[in-house]
């Protein structure tokens, strides 16, 4: 049974940075390009970042720049690390498989506002 874990998200200010770490258990994690998703309220979930395999990066518009995402496969943990965050980054942070093959964890909440 495949379990993703999320956390690390919090209220921040806008030009502020957070960590989110998401743990995954139940597979061969280092077999997986990991990716990190985000929904705002009334929005649809969106892709922000991805690491494959060989640990290539890719990331959506709004995230180059201020968002670097990183895995330890010894730790089945894939990182998002997110500075300068602006108050449309607001929303609930997940993640998962790039084709989005597992349940949805619970999510870690980012709130950017003064």
């Known amino acids: 049974q495949v379990q993703l874990v999320e956390s690390g998200g919090g209220l921040v200010q806008p030009g502020g940075s957070l960590r989110l770490s998401c743990a995954a258990s139940g597979i061969i994690f280092s077999f997986y390009a990991m990716g990190w998703y985000r929904q705002a309220p009334g929005k649809q979930r969106e892709l922000v970042a991805r690491?494959?395999?060989?640990?290539?990066?890719t990331y959506a518009d709004s995230a180059k720049g201020r968002f670097t995402i990183s895995r330890d496969n010894a730790k089945s943990t894939v990182y998002l690390q997110m500075t300068n965050l602006k108050p449309e980054d607001t929303a609930v942070y997940y993640c998962?498989?790039?084709?989005?093959?597992?349940?949805w964890g619970q999510g870690t909440q980012v709130t950017v506002s003064p």
């Open positions: 690491i494959n395999i060989d640990r290539k990066e």
């Open positions: 998962n498989d790039v084709a989005i093959s597992w349940p």
